[in-house]
């Protein structure tokens, strides 16, 4: 070893490390890459003997009924549409003008606090809306609004029929509480993204604050606010505790909002460790992986929307 | 035409009915849209008020102290929930931070081209998966074939959760530091390795911490996974290998039961669950706020 120089010894050493270094880097990359590959095979192949047993029929046919080992999702599949649907339309509302007001119209002093307010709202744990849904809002939906929009849109089948507490109804509402910071705070990027000089050009022209905002501001953001709700809308699809806890968990599909339903996610949470047969857990598995691969297109969905609008504004 | 002194937008002057309306609906758009915003934050003071309420009430010091006992025993509490917490998450931080800070290393200085941006995207695709299905593959992982439900299984679902928001915040943090010093340390003949964990990310250090906080706020309220991984316990048990009690599952099972004794106690373990997260969130907010000052 005494014919090495120092140096020598020095820079062997450094290159061995960083051999090992990069080693480390490439080896998390790829066990991370492993890791979402490995999660499809996973719940491919868990799912497997379902797939066999049913094919196609487990997304068509509305039989859940494990004591005949008979598998169909479709009413889950209904309630989970339905309810992340209603969720949407109410968080995407409110979600969409709280963040114009929060980037436009607010001054400083009142935008920082609520905008700080509704990002706390997103770190609630999902049980705690569960548990506020289920023994505060519930009682109250059923007391006092669904009787008042059955006496006011009776006439609807969506508002027919005898009100439960836990519901579809209900569920749509928590998971829009729910998702109403995931709306507001890409929504807040997007909106703040549209270039200072339309707004500019459109008061030069004499237009008002709200005009600005209705006619160029958020037609310029359609794109961002579109992929901000279908971000918010594969949150909701995934939800599962908070939907199992106010939903009523009932394999049935019913026009009315206000009958209980169930999810693809809170069938899973419910009956999973109950599951019985090989067939049974095998084809909530199945319910899994249908959840996988819808959120996975979702959430690929809500990411090109998004980019197109928000990776510009990270590059400066 | 000329143009006299009135008919210029400035000064006082009556509007007209037309200008009159615009501005109108301008005041119903900005008011309408403020109290949008102001109903969404409003919903966070109106849950965090009835966890609050219902749950001191419901608080004494054997709820911390001691586990669960049967429906109507007083002296009941959540002890063994607690540690569970302590132990399922901190063995989950362990699994992914070494990964997620590595991969976020790799993102932010050595990749390019496609095969970077499939790992980015496959950091934010993960991000919304629902952590249910993520339970379940660490169950057909870790459960299944050991024929039992582990809190480590439970880790394992709680580190995949944790690994898009440590990787893609160690990205951006690492990207951030100065490419001048990144040189610098090149130009010192420093190796690749010593630059990068000796320099690069100790600079990062505050966004990586960041990341690693809101990260452990996400998983500590996380219920869904933990049904079948680590599904629960009555008892003390500090055997990762074993069921253990984990103190979001036990709000959920003592939720929907049908006893109001577990009722209160389920108010008074959201309380400490909204608690953990609101302070681990605030301190996530405060690591990166010195930063800046510094």
Known sequence: MQSESHEQLHLRRSRISDRWFMAGVYGATGLFVAIVAGLFVELYAGSSSSIHAFGFKFLTSSHWNPVTNQFGALPMIYG???????????????????????????????????????????????????????????????????????????????????????????????????????????????IAAVAREHREASMALGATRWETMARVILPGATTGIFGACVLALGRALGETIATTMVIGNKPAIAASLFQPAYTLASVIANEFTEATSDLYVSALIELGLLLFVVSLAVNGIARVLTWTVLRPAKAR | ????????????????????????????????????????????????????????????????????????????????????????????????????????????????????????????????????????????????????????????????????????????????????????????????????????????RAGIITGLLLAIARVTGETAPLLFTAFGSQFWELNPTNPMAVLALQVFTYAISPYEDWHRQAWAGAFLLIVAVLILNVSARLVLRNRFEA
Request: proline share 6%; net charge positive; with cysteine.
């Open chain 2, 1 to 204: 035409m000329t143009t006299t002194r009135s008919q210029l937008p400035f000064g006082r002057r009556p509007l007209t009915a037309h200008m009159r309306w615009r501005y109108g609906w301008s005041a119903v758009g900005v008011i309408g849209s403020g109290f949008c915003a102001g109903l969404a934050a409003s919903l966070l003071l109106l849950i965090l008020g009835y966890v609050a309420i219902q749950g001191v009430a419901a608080l004494n010091p054997a709820f911390l102290t001691h586990v669960p006992r049967p429906v109507g025993v007083p002296g009941a509490g959540v002890a063994n929930g607690i540690v569970g917490t302590f132990i399922v998450v901190g063995i989950a931080v362990a699994l992914a931070t070494p990964v997620g800070v590595f991969t976020g290393i790799y993102l932010a200085l050595f990749g390019r081209g496609r095969f970077a941006e499939t790992v980015r995207f496959l950091a934010d695709v993960l991000s919304g998966i629902p952590s249910i299905a993520i339970g379940l593959f660490a169950y057909t992982l870790f459960v299944q074939p050991f024929r039992h439900f582990s809190a480590l299984s439970a880790s394992l679902a709680f580190a995949i959760l944790m690994l898009p928001l440590i990787i893609r915040t160690a990205e951006e943090s690492i990207a951030r530091v100065p490419t001048r010093v990144r040189e610098g340390a090149l130009a010192l003949g420093i190796s690749t390795y010593s630059s990068t964990i000796h320099i690069i990310v100790p600079a990062a």
């Open chain 1, 80 to 190: 989970t549409v339905v309810s992340s649907l209603i969720a949407i339309v109410l968080a995407g509302f409110v979600g969409v003008f709280g963040a114009a007001y929060l980037v436009e119209f607010a001054p400083r002093a009142v935008a920082r606090p609520l905008a700080f307010l509704i990002e706390l709202l997103a770190a609630v744990p999902s049980v705690i809306f569960g548990l506020w849904g289920l023994f505060i809002l519930a009682p109250v939906l059923r007391a006092y609004v669904e009787p008042f929009l059955q006496a006011k849109f009776g006439f609807l089948p969506i508002f027919q029929g005898f009100i439960f507490g836990s519901s579809l109804f209900t569920a749509g509402i928590v998971l829009a509480i729910m998702i109403v910071p995931t709306v507001s705070a890409i929504t807040r990027d997007v």
